[in-house]
């Protein structure tokens, strides 16, 4: 006894559970729980942030089927992608090789950590038995005029020699995601999902999700970017009118210059005949940090709608040219960055707006609130937003506009590791969608080439048949962003293995939305926003009843060494796999679960996982002992002390069951060890009741059972149960008046001990844990043994905390 042989209980008790399929889900859900975990990578090993994430998804689910829901809790292989074909590359083998070797070692990994996933829905996004159902949806997409091919200035990596969405282009120097590389930009036809179309209802849609987080929700509200504002025409002679955006009509009597991009029509237009401008224009850097702004003269001017001025026209950095309408009216006295232009080239600063009372110095800074209206003709006088109205109705060539910093979801990838866009170009016909029956295009399997598009090499893949007109054409090598496989895998996930649906309407209705998602917060934006977006359109296709895929987003917190991010990097990272050789996936699991809420970063320990696992040991041998009758025992019951313990048994579930329920798993995880070493006292101070004991420990054993499958599963059957511990009844508090009195003195006692650390001037962090910690029940427990059964209160508390003060 006392020796706690995790490296034999812990493959014993995956054998049997998958022996017995413990973990698979019914597929009638009358009671569903959807539990679901981002799938991973398939990168090579489990590291610390799976295997957090992995234990609470599992936690929960446990928990949830303990509780008699009917649980969904699959997990899968998100495993197309830059990295598999990288790798592949260096190996000189082909990606799937890689792949399939990485999705074997953390599989492997995953069942040693004892995750109750339901295996029998696993899913490999680089099957064609997946991605043909992306190929599927991208030609359902085209029908509705959700996919279109349109040409257009691309983010391009010169070191990934791909295109990149504008998600992947990262900081304020526009550097690749996955290799750091500078981006450039270059114009090419690319395939384009029109998310914009869904831009308003993406954001109202934010004010109902109410359980995911607020900084979450404000990351895609700003994302989504709507502003509100009206575009006008400003005319240039010779060259037509030339439209603008602005939010800020109010000001338009101060607009001092005008600005294009470098990448504006007319821009272009000019540099055509000028090649000084042009040459200037070259040195422009739109990619620049946008911390200098810099311009060029153009020679040109244009006309204030307005007030009829000429104004310089510029061609300047900062103007983006796939924002508005890639050009701008420049308002130095309103606008931060045209004022930071105006004084580097000496544009007149001029204020039409003024704030309600106090002084302001226009030339110093820009003053950019909303106020009253001043040399502004007829509008004089006016408040800013009733200006803009004015205004608008007023200007001929003005009107209302809404515009979005959201861009269509470039989907097309030059690269090979992917889902093949469904798309043959035929001389005669242009793009022409591949028949459903012809679907999937399978992905030629060979070694990929280090540079460019390694499909477009192979004759055998490109060269084919017109499915309009039969005559020769050529395949579509674009492939399809991984994001596409993301956005809708845990709609398959409720149907795995339809064949002629990529998922059955019914079961997914039947199981979204997904109750319960756990998962990094990097993707707390691409990610989200795109499951949102294709679960929307799905159902506006009339494939599914559910227009939210999340109910609740949980991000959880990093696993962090002395207060760092592990990453291999910097060289503090802990491998979750030595941790579980050595103590087991158990005390992994537990050390994890106790340490923080989900949500929050912590520290990773040696003793903080020593303890746990000591704590395990403890728990086993003391329902080991009990089992083989070595625990005295009486047959009592009635006295104080017993009904004080089955109360505490009671409050116990009760605490229990609501941090799990909240996911404060530590919280949880807090009372439940509360009540296993008040077992152990109730066991050595006192001669316990052999009900009450028993009691105890199969609700100790079944609190932990979520987070500590395996050691409890080996409890259980300690204890006579038959069952496994996984499928059994999550514990019931037996609730009675007097339930209500104890916990009263339990929380006075609590708040003696404050008082009088308070007095005795504790300040000391580790002491005051030490005393506040669920310990301090046990000290009522002594006070009510010491005074025969009567509770007293909190005297010898008192005492031990004067002497912990004093010492
Ligand atoms: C005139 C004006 C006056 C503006 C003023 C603002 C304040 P924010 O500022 O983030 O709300 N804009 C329009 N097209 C642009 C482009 N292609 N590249 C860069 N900037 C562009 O965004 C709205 C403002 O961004 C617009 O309103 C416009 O400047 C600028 F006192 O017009 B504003
Ligand atoms: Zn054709």
Redesign the pocket.
């Known amino acids: 006894q006392d020796t706690y042989d995790h490296a034999a209980i812990e493959p014993k008790w995956q054998e049997r559970w998958a022996d017995a399929d413990v973990y698979r889900t019914s597929d009638d859900a009358t009671d569903p729980s959807y539990v679901l975990a981002m799938f991973p990578y398939p990168s090579g090993d489990l590291h610390m942030g799976h295997v957090r994430n992995y234990t609470i998804t599992d936690a929960y689910a446990r928990y949830q089927r303990m509780q008699g829901e009917d649980v969904l809790h699959p997990m899968g292989w998100d495993s197309f992608g830059l990295p598999a074909e990288n790798a592949a590359i260096e190996r000189e083998i082909n990606p799937r090789e890689w792949t399939m070797d990485c999705i074997d070692t953390m599989k492997t990994q995953m069942q040693s950590m004892g995750f109750g996933y339901d295996w029998n829905r696993e899913i490999t996004t680089c099957e064609p038995e997946y991605y043909r159902w992306n190929q599927w949806l991208f030609k359902r997409f085209y029908e509705e005029g959700l996919a279109e091919r349109k040409g257009g200035e691309v983010n391009w990596c010169p070191s990934c020699e791909t295109v990149l969405a504008d998600e992947q282009v990262e900081g304020e120097a526009e550097l690749c995601w996955r290799c750091g590389t500078p981006v450039e930009s270059r114009t090419l036809d690319q395939w384009f999902l029109t998310i914009t179309d869904y831009a308003d209802e993406l954001l109202d849609g934010i004010d109902e999700l109410d359980e995911w987080p607020d900084s979450v929700r404000g990351m895609q509200r700003n994302w989504i970017g709507r ?1 509100e ?1 009206a575009t006008v025409e400003f005319e240039v002679p010779e060259f037509g009118g030339i439209e ?5 009509l109010d ?1 338009i009597y101060g607009v001092t210059f005008f600005a294009l ?1 470098p990448g504006h029509e007319l821009t272009q237009e000019l540099i055509a005949d000028d090649p000084e401008l042009a040459a200037q224009v070259e040195t422009l850097d739109p990619d620049a940090d946008g911390d200098e702004k810099r311009g060029v003269f153009t020679g040109e001017y244009a006309i204030n709608p307005a007030t009829g001025e000429e104004i310089p026209i510029y061609v300047a950095d ?4 796939d ?7 420049g ?1 130095p006295g ?2 931060e960055r ?1 004022h930071e232009f105006a004084t580097e080239y000496d544009i007149d600063i001029e204020q039409v707006v003024a704030p309600e009372n106090g002084e302001i110095d226009i030339d110093e800074e820009a003053y ?1 609130d909303d106020g009253v209206l001043v040399d502004s003709g007829e509008y004089d006088g006016m408040e800013s937003a009733a200006a803009r109205e004015r205004l608008v109705e007023d200007l001929d060539t003005a009107a209302n506009h809404t515009q979005y910093r959201l861009r269509d979801w470039l989907i097309s990838r030059q690269r090979y590791w992917g889902t093949p866009i469904p798309v043959v170009h035929c001389e005669e016909c242009g793009p022409v969608m591949v028949p459903d029956e012809e679907l999937p295009v399978e992905l030629p399997e060979f070694v990929p080439t280090p540079t460019g598009n390694p499909l477009e090499e192979v004759d055998s893949f490109v060269e084919t048949e017109c499915p309009e007109c039969g005559g020769p054409a050529e395949r579509e090598t674009d492939t399809m962003d991984t994001f596409m496989d993301s956005s809708w895998y845990f709609l398959r996930f409720t149907s795995p293995d339809s064949d002629a649906v990529p998922f059955d309407t019914e079961r997914a209705n039947d199981w979204m939305p997904v109750d319960e998602y756990v998962g990094g917060i990097e993707h707390a934006i691409m990610h989200l926003l795109y499951s949102r977006f294709v679960t929307r359109a799905i159902d506006d296709m009339e494939l599914l009843d559910v227009r939210e895929p999340f109910e609740h987003y949980l991000p959880q917190g990093m696993v962090q060494l002395d207060g760092t991010a592990m990453s291999s990097s910097k060289g503090n990272v802990v491998s979750p796999i030595e941790i579980m050789d050595e103590y087991g996936a158990d005390t992994a699991r537990l050390f994890m679960m106790s340490a923080a809420r989900p949500s929050k970063d912590f520290d990773w320990t040696e003793r903080g996982v020593r303890s746990s696992n000591e704590f395990i040991e403890r728990l086993l041998g003391m329902v080991e002992t009990f089992a083989a009758d070595e625990t005295a025992t009486a047959d009592a019951g009635e006295r104080p002390i017993d009904e004080y313990v089955a109360r505490e048994i009671d409050a116990t579930i009760d605490e229990a069951s609501a941090g799990y329920e909240n996911f404060r798993f530590n919280d949880a995880l807090r009372e439940a060890r509360g009540l296993v070493s008040l077992l152990r006292r109730y066991r050595e101070q006192a001669t316990p009741d052999e009900h009450t004991f028993e009691r105890g420990l199969h609700t100790a054993v079944r609190l932990f059972a979520p987070v500590t499958p395996h050691v409890t599963e080996e409890c259980w059957a300690a204890l006579g149960e038959d069952g496994f511990v996984a499928a059994a009844d999550w514990p019931e508090a037996a609730h009675d008046a007097d339930h209500e009195a104890e916990r009263q003195l339990v929380e006075n006692t609590r708040e003696d001990v404050r008082h009088i650390l308070d007095v005795a001037n504790i300040e000391e962090p580790a002491a005051i844990e030490v005393v506040v910690a669920p310990e301090w029940k046990h000290r009522a427990l002594d006070v009510a043994i010491a005074s025969d059964g009567d509770v007293v209160g909190s005297v010898m508390a008192d005492e031990e905390l004067r002497e912990r003060g004093e010492a």
């Open positions: 502003q504002g603008v955006f602005t939010t800020r000001t991009a900062f103007v983006l040219s924002v508005g309408t890639g050009a701008l009216m308002v309103h606008d045209d950019t």
